[in-house]
């Protein structure tokens, strides 16, 4: 019998909730409109979790709730999310190269590193500064853009919720 560590246990189950949803799985689809307590965007349901966490565990929360953390595509949703995210604070969203060094993935499956990728680093980033920044928050520094920082530490996220339409 297999002995799992409980974080060792929450990243595999974080893996498998990515790799799921990139094979295409229908998983935290919401029919019609959003639930209480979320937003409707661009055919998706958002919801800003105002508790602070770790990348992991605010993931692991929007899983919970049938979602991920929230994906950006085009500057609309940038804008989208600051706005939802009701203070100036940075936020977590679902990027992050975990996986391999420089090889953006969202949380919710799609790709940030293939040409033409929506981008919205702040100047000088991902710098993945001493070698440990593999998780993105949004809303930081003077351009209150992208950031590639470590993932332990602790902010505020955005979820995103697929619909079937």
């Not at 990348?55 to 999310?81: I, K």
């Not at 190269?97 to 949380?107: A, E, F, I, N, R």
């Not at 809303?139 to 339409?165: K, T």
Request: aromatic residues 10%; contains cysteine; glycine residues 10%.
């Amino acid at each position: 019998m297999a002995i799992f560590t409980l974080s060792a246990f929450l990243v595999v189950a974080v893996l498998s909730s990515m790799t799921l949803v990139s094979q295409g799985a229908e998983i935290g689809l919401c029919q019609g409109p959003c639930p209480d307590g979320w937003t409707y965007h661009n055919h998706r349901c958002f919801q800003h979790i105002p508790d602070k966490k770790t990348w992991l565990e605010a993931e692991l929360h929007c899983v919970s709730l049938g979602g991920n953390l929230a994906s950006e595509h085009s500057q609309d949703d940038h804008q989208f999310l600051k706005k939802l995210n009701e203070n100036d604070k940075p936020f977590w969203i679902g990027l992050a190269d975990v996986h391999k060094v420089g090889t953006w993935l969202w949380s919710d499956g799609t790709s940030a590193s293939s040409e033409g990728d929506f981008l919205k680093w702040n100047s000088g980033e991902p710098n993945n500064s001493g070698g440990q920044e593999n998780c993105v928050h949004t809303n930081y520094g003077g351009q209150a853009d992208w950031n590639d920082i470590e993932c332990d530490s602790r902010f505020q996220s955005v979820c995103a919720m697929r619909l079937n339409e």
